[in-house]
């Protein structure tokens, strides 16, 4: 089915730990993002990317590192993770029409 | 900076009552503006969305939104509410993809009394 996809769906970390959470989409769309969703904050932009090979901070990159090497995949990284980035993640891409593909989430816990 | 705000919390409402959700924004081109519905342990799932032409929009289980410039609001709307709407509401504004990407609100919880 086309959309996006995301693994893994939940992962606990211990602090300090590394993970790279993946992005697929398969609608060839130019446009991806990485949110997070944490309780009374709704979903606050992490990182994005407008094409292969570029990639650009949002509204909170701190902590978190992102590559787009593929057209189809964009990754986001937790190089050393802490309590403050248990969070639920989630993916999305669009077209320049405006339309907006969200995956179904990664919940993340850091212990 | 493009902005989203959402003024209530939590609303309150009756099964079989009307309910109206707002949302004002703040962008500095056309927006594009969208309504999501999120039930707990959920993904996000698209309510309506407007790109422009009329600013009455229909979406998905009988909810409607109506775009105000004017106001820069877009309200949620729906006649009747059912105990399978309570959930979390969320407002969104960006532009046709790229660097906009999209800007939410912060959420409404529905809760429905029976």
């Known amino acids: 089915n086309a959309g996006v996809t995301q693994t893994p769906k939940f992962r606990v970390l211990k602090t300090g730990q590394s993970m790279t959470l993946l992005c697929a989409q398969d609608m060839n769309h130019e446009y991806m993002y990485w949110y997070r969703q944490d309780p009374g904050m709704g979903l606050r932009l992490i990182h994005y990317s407008v094409g292969e090979g570029t990639t650009a901070k949002g509204e909170v990159p701190d902590g978190y590192n992102v590559s787009r090497l593929k057209k189809q995949n964009f990754l986001l990284g937790l190089e050393s993770a802490a309590p403050s980035q248990t969070s639920v993640y989630f993916c999305?891409?669009?077209?320049?029409?405006?339309?907006?593909?969200f995956g179904s989430g990664t919940r993340l816990t850091v212990v | 900076a493009q902005s989203v705000t959402q003024p209530d919390i939590h609303i309150t409402v009756s099964e079989g009552a009307s309910l109206e959700l707002r949302c004002n924004y703040s962008y500095g081109a056309t927006p594009y503006l969208f309504w999501y519905v999120q039930s707990p342990g959920q993904g996000l799932q698209l309510l309506l969305k407007?790109?422009?032409?009329?600013?009455l929009v229909q979406g998905i289980k009988g909810f409607e939104a109506e775009f105000k410039r004017s106001q820069s609001s877009f309200n949620l709307r729906k006649p009747s509410v059912h105990w399978s709407d309570a959930a979390e509401y969320f407002c969104a504004v960006g532009g046709g993809g790229g660097a906009d990407g999209l800007t939410f609100g912060k959420g409404t919880h529905l809760i429905i009394q029976p």
């Open positions: 407007y790109f422009s032409g009329d600013t």
């Open positions: 999305a891409s669009s077209h320049s029409d405006g339309g907006y593909t």
